[in-house]
T-cell receptor, first 115, second 116 residues
């Protein structure tokens, strides 16, 4: 149980285009989801906290207009990287907190390459 | 403020050696959760353990063991008789809150190389 599916696992896009990444909790409901970014050989840095039915809370230095987060249901949060640039190339990982507060489950990550 | 320090950037050992990965944390909260995750080259984060601040019992799971010392704010991870498959980046993480419902802060990670 407590499976989080993240899609796509890899995506290559052209500079200036937008990319949407989905994070789904498959067998539990998640009131809160988190989005992390990881640059090569670095740690995971929290980008934003996504709460179902309300606006996401962004960490300092993360552009909310560039990284659009939508958490419209208890099982789905999406991260859209708008007008992507090569410097946005990174590994993006989501995690979901179970509504029973048992803990966190991480998705398998999305490797974004902007060319 | 939360902070997690993994001072060891890289560790290289020979198979069958024991290895300990250090983790020191900072928090002003009395209720918090500590985690260890493994990240193999594929990138996926593999959950290893969660420990709450009120449970200082050490834990052993197969070749893995964890030593939680609140007095020194440390949560160290030991792999006994290491194997090549243990090669990965290991992250220690901290989450504050009664239910661990707040954001999780990760340490910088320790890259472990286990040579055959």
């Amino acid at each position: 149980g407590a499976v989080v599916s993240q899609h796509p696992s890899r995506v290559i896009c052209k500079s200036g285009t937008s990319v949407k990444i989905e994070c789904r909790s498959l067998d539990f409901q998640a009131t809160t989801m988190f989005w992390y970014r990881q640059f090569p050989k670095q740690s995971l840095m929290l980008m934003a906290t996504s709460n179902e039915g309300s606006k996401a809370t962004y960490e300092q230095g993360v552009e909310k207009d560039k990284f659009l987060i939508n958490h419209a249901s208890l099982t789905l949060s999406t991260l859209t990287v708008t007008s992507a640039h090569p410097e946005d190339s990174s590994f993006y990982i989501c995690s979901a907190q179970r509504t029973d507060n048992y803990g966190y489950t991480f998705g398998s990550g999305t490797r974004l390459t902007v060319v | 403020a939360q902070k997690v320090t993994q001072a060891q950037t890289e560790i290289s050992v020979v198979e069958k050696e024991d290895v300990t990965l250090d983790c020191v944390y900072e928090t002003r909260d009395t209720t918090y959760y500590l985690f260890w995750y493994k990240q193999p080259p594929s990138g996926e984060l593999v959950f290893l353990i969660r420990r709450n601040s009120f449970d200082e019992q050490n834990e052993i799971s197969g070749r893995y063991s964890w030593n939680f010392q609140k007095s020194t704010s440390s949560f160290n991870f030991t792999i006994t008789a290491s194997q090549v498959v243990d090669s990965a980046v290991y992250f220690c993480a901290l989450s504050e809150g009664k239910t661990g419902g707040f954001k999780t802060i990760f340490g910088a990670g320790t890259r472990l190389f286990v040579k055959a």
